[in-house]
């Protein structure tokens, strides 16, 4: 069987396995990102960016078109509890040359 063959089938038992109540999927508590943005006194076109997306794809999230999930839920988890850390990592990283990375 092919890698895509192999991964799939193995992502078919994980999901089978969550679905009975095993496995080692983390499922995130839903998670607001106008209270966590809020919260962090940013706005919008601010928050944006620092969750890697476009103001539209943010906004969505904002009007519960699109759904928070996996890594973006977490970000979102530690942004409402250090957002000063959050921001210094996300900027450092930013205005450092790709060099440096």
């Known amino acids: 069987m092919s890698t895509f063959g192999d991964d799939f089938v193995q992502s078919l038992r994980e ?25 962090i006194n940013l706005t919008q076109a601010q928050m944006a960016p620092l969750v890697g997306m476009s103001l539209s794809g943010y906004r969505k999230w904002e009007q519960g078109t699109r759904r928070v999930s996996g890594p ?27 060099d440096d990375l």
């Open 72 to 98: 973006a839920a977490a970000l979102l988890e530690v942004m409402r509890k250090e957002p000063d850390a959050v921001r210094r990592a996300l900027l450092r990283a930013e205005n450092q040359p790709q």
């Open 15 to 39: 999901a089978l396995a969550h679905a009975k109540g095993g496995g080692s999927a983390i499922v995130h508590a839903d998670i607001s990102p106008r209270e966590v943005r809020e919260a």
